[in-house]
């Protein structure tokens, strides 16, 4: 993969991205897509308590990115959309920027799956849960097989890129979100489920993990990734 062409460092406004110290997929993608291209900004890795009186959280929610003379945006679709096009790792194309916009949809509503479940207190009704929402006929399946369709529809050669023929900040939420799914971190999801599952999106996964940038990004950062079981 070539790296993406970039504003003149002139016309870059001062970036912050407010965070917790984690790599969710929401924040990840940013933080990787600017490190991919070469584009300084402050990675602010915040407590919970932090964020909230930060004033930059206009939802409530998190992450938020501070862009410096314009505002603050929120939203992971809105913060994505912004940073890839900064990175020249948006698709200029309309259409193919509707398709980036919805493979980053379609992951939210599988993250909020997951994070639904979060909230049952019993261990075993949990477990149970989850499983039911990765089975074939589970709701998480027919999210993923959403996904694995849109690469399939893309075709995209010899990486199967979800908008276009080349990577976009979609494909690194993508990236994320497989590594995460299948860390073993999630009690009752097993770890070859996306790889014996979805064999795009597991090849897009390995393919984004071996390039040199995000290598590099991953020693950087150990503490999240060395870990990390695939």
């Not at 993969?1 to 870059?12: G, I, K, N, V, Y």
């Not at 976009?168 to 999630?186: P, T």
Request: glycine content about 6%; proline content about 7%.
């Amino acid at each position: 993969m070539e790296t993406p062409r970039t504003l003149d460092a002139m016309a870059m406004p001062s970036l912050k991205l407010i965070y917790l110290d984690h790599p969710y997929w929401r924040a990840e993608c940013v933080r990787l897509a600017l490190h991919i291209a070469g584009l300084p900004y402050e990675d602010a890795r915040m407590s919970y308590e932090q964020m909230y009186s930060s004033g930059a959280l206009t939802f409530g929610t998190f992450p938020a990115l501070v862009v410096g003379g314009k505002g603050v945006l929120n939203q992971t679709q809105a913060i994505a959309r912004y940073v890839g096009s900064l990175a020249n790792m948006y698709p200029a194309d309309p259409f193919l920027a509707a398709k980036a916009d919805e493979a980053i949809d379609g992951l939210t509503d599988v993250s909020d799956l997951i994070t639904a479940t979060m909230q049952e207190r019993n261990p075993q009704r949990k477990v149970a849960w989850r499983k039911a929402l990765v089975a074939p006929d589970g709701r998480m399946t027919m999210l993923l097989n959403g996904i694995e369709m849109l690469l399939k529809q893309n075709g995209a050669s010899p990486v199967p890129f979800v908008a276009g023929p080349s990577l976009s900040v979609a494909d690194l939420a993508l990236w994320r979100a497989v590594g995460w799914i299948s860390s073993g971190v999630i009690d009752g999801i097993p770890t070859t489920y996306i790889q014996s599952t979805f064999p795009l999106l597991w090849a897009l996964h390995c393919a984004i993990d071996k390039e040199p940038k995000v290598a590099q990004w991953k020693a950087k950062n150990p503490h999240h990734y060395a870990a990390q079981k695939r």
